[in-house]
């Protein structure tokens, strides 16, 4: 994905539309690198969030606030300082870079009127968000402060002269000439393949556009400048000034893109991009608004990383135990099926003390259990006598024979365990939102898998509210219902849905509940369980696979196990459906 100087162009002329001549009316500092102000313009509202973050810099209008600290960090108090209840006077892109320019009118502290400049670098680790007085372009201050000892080229402190950041002998794409665009590829044909070409050369144009453009001229990416014939260099150039004379005229039609398995947004951009073909594709009227939608999936995505591997981190541990556990707990149980040739040594050894005499390791005797009374080799310890031999073969026999008891009944609980376990991974990968991965936890720390490090911080806190589950509508007016974690699972099946519900599960494999809802005990259609079905396989571990058996019942006919853990239900008088789940099929079925 790519902030580029084509996005920033789109963004710059959304923002002059919008919020010239707006007030100032609040400033915001939620994070160390990003600030949030509220302009005040035409009776209405707009939030406009700036980034400096190395890995998301940006720039666009947000519909959504974050929380601030209790104590604003020192630059938001400087910001208040000079920019609150300024008015906006301009706003520009510096030379089709990753560089805006907002100049605000306000007043100083005697009273009188100043124009101050916010710098916004939109470049990667270079980002920066930068207070300028205009009358002497002298820095007052900026977010991140820039020393000699972390650049040797540019520094940003507060009383230097703000000077405008290196172009690296890039060219103005929106100035260049034919000839200009044929000198840099003579200059550069021994050097790059054709797609490096307009990003190393034109500033503002991103690796994403240049293959744009590559693809749009029919030609493969990889190829060397060299390689090209005349009618290719000339068929790319007409290309090119398609493209400029699109960014030019600002006919923008901004999108996202998203993955046809995942909720995953692979790229945006102002101008359509024919690379990606036609699916997935989501125009919207406002660039900020698919920006919006791109970064807050980005922040939630990240936080809910981050979140999820703590939490699965510390489940795929137990499930290792558990696992090694049920290993050590069958080879057990395989080792007492064969106790009974102790209690054969016992007797044998018992009924012939007389014959053995002490510090023997083995010893012959004949096995009176068989019919042909064939001799038997038994082994000794040396060390004790032969009624003490007996002895400890016999308890050897009784140990053995209340363990396979105790192991009928350990073996499914860790069995159950396990399930359980791997339920819990499966509810954090389909998990999207922090509050989703919250409820989890709270699960686990009720199940006593996770400690709860803030216990005394939250004594007097109350629990957290159970989410509700994914809702979804069939083609057929049929209301599906999807758990997201076991407690929901839990909670649709015994608590929600009605006897005659129809409840599916994915065969043999960790996985959501999903009940459809019968009004009137009418019969539910095979669309609608075709639709219940893909959602019950992709909502389980089988979501990636391409054959996934769902099994479906009445719900009257799925009970709890007893004394097991949230979500763990037996089954049966089932039939079974085989799906191949995607992402595309799910996007079909209505959610509410």
């Known amino acids: 994905m790519s902030f580029d100087g084509v996005v920033t162009k789109s963004i710059v002329k959304e923002l002059k539309e919008k919020l010239l001549g707006s007030r100032v009316d609040r400033i915001f500092q939620p994070e160390e690198d990003e600030l949030s102000l509220v302009l005040h313009s035409r009776g209405s509202n707009h939030r406009l969030l700036i980034s400096a973050s190395s890995n998301n810099p940006r720039i666009y209008l947000s519909n959504h606030a974050k929380k601030n600290p209790q104590t604003p960090p020192m630059f938001c108090m400087l910001l208040r300082k000079h920019l609150l209840g300024g008015i906006i006077l301009n706003i520009e892109q510096f030379n089709m870079d990753r560089l805006i320019f907002i100049d605000i009118s306000t007043l100083d502290e005697l009273g009188e009127s100043s124009e ?17 007085d205009k009358k002497n372009n002298k820095i007052i201050d900026s977010i991140i402060r820039v020393s000699q000892g972390m650049s040797r080229i540019r520094q940003i402190l507060p009383g230097f002269t703000y000077e405008i950041p290196p172009s690296q002998n890039k060219s103005n794409p929106l100035t260049t000439s034919k000839d200009e665009f044929y000198n840099l590829l003579e200059n ?13 050369n034109y500033i503002g144009l991103s690796p994403m556009i240049s293959k744009e453009i590559c693809y749009n001229s029919n030609i493969d990416i990889n190829r060397s400048i060299g390689s090209l014939q005349n ?17 030019d005229k600002e006919n923008f039609t901004p999108l996202y893109i998203d993955n046809d398995n995942s909720d995953k947004i692979i790229a945006f951009y102002s101008i359509d991009l024919n690379q990606y073909g036609q699916n997935n594709k989501h125009f919207l009227s406002s660039i900020s608004e698919v920006l919006d939608i791109v970064y807050r999936k980005k922040n939630v995505s990240n936080q809910t990383s981050q979140k999820s591997q703590s939490i699965k981190k510390a489940i795929k541990v137990k499930l290792d135990r558990a696992t090694n556990k049920l290993v050590k707990q069958k080879e057990e149980l395989l080792s007492s099926k064969d106790r009974d040739k102790f209690k054969v040594y016992a007797d044998i050894i018992s009924a012939n003390i007389h014959r053995i005499p002490k510090g023997e390791e083995e010893v012959q005797l004949e096995n009176f259990y068989d019919e042909n009374l064939n001799l038997i080799n038994i082994p000794l310890n040396k060390k004790i006598s032969a009624p003490e031999n007996a002895q400890r073969y016999y308890k050897k026999y009784s140990k053995l024979k209340n363990a396979e008891i105790l192991l009928l ?13 791997e339920h819990v991974l499966v509810s954090l990968d389909n998990a999207n939102e922090i509050e989703e991965l919250d409820e989890i936890r709270e699960e686990l720390i009720a199940e006593g898998y996770i400690r709860d490090r803030n216990k005394r911080k939250h004594k007097n806190k109350k629990k957290i509210k159970l989410s509700a589950p994914h809702h979804y509508v069939s083609q057929d007016g049929f209301h599906i219902y999807v758990g997201k974690n076991n407690r929901q699972n839990e909670y649709l099946t015994l608590q929600f849905a009605n006897r005659e519900d129809i409840w ?11 009940i459809i809802k019968k009004s009137n005990n009418q019969e539910v259609p095979s669309g609608t369980l075709e639709e219940a079905s893909t959602l019950a396989a992709y909502f389980s571990k089988g979501k990636n696979s391409s054959n996934v058996s769902v099994d479906f019942t009445e719900r009257k006919n799925v009970k709890k196990i007893r004394g097991g853990k949230p979500g763990m239900v037996s089954y049966e008088n089932f039939k079974t459906i085989n799906i191949t789940p995607s992402k595309k099929a799910i996007n079909k079925i209505k959610k509410i």
């Open 504 to 514: 599916l599960h994915v065969q043999n494999m960790p996985g959501s509940h999903v």
């Open 231 to 247: 009618e290719e260099l000339n068929t790319i150039y007409d290309t090119f000034s398609k493209f400029l004379d699109t960014v």
């Open 409 to 421: 009944k350990q073996i499914p609980e860790t069995e159950s365990e396990i399930s359980y376990l």
């Open 188 to 200: 550069e044909k021994q050097k790059l393949d054709l797609f490096k070409f307009f990003y190393f």
């Open 116 to 132: 101050m400049r916010l710098a916004i670098e939109i470049m990667g680790r270079h980002s920066n968000i930068i207070l300028i």
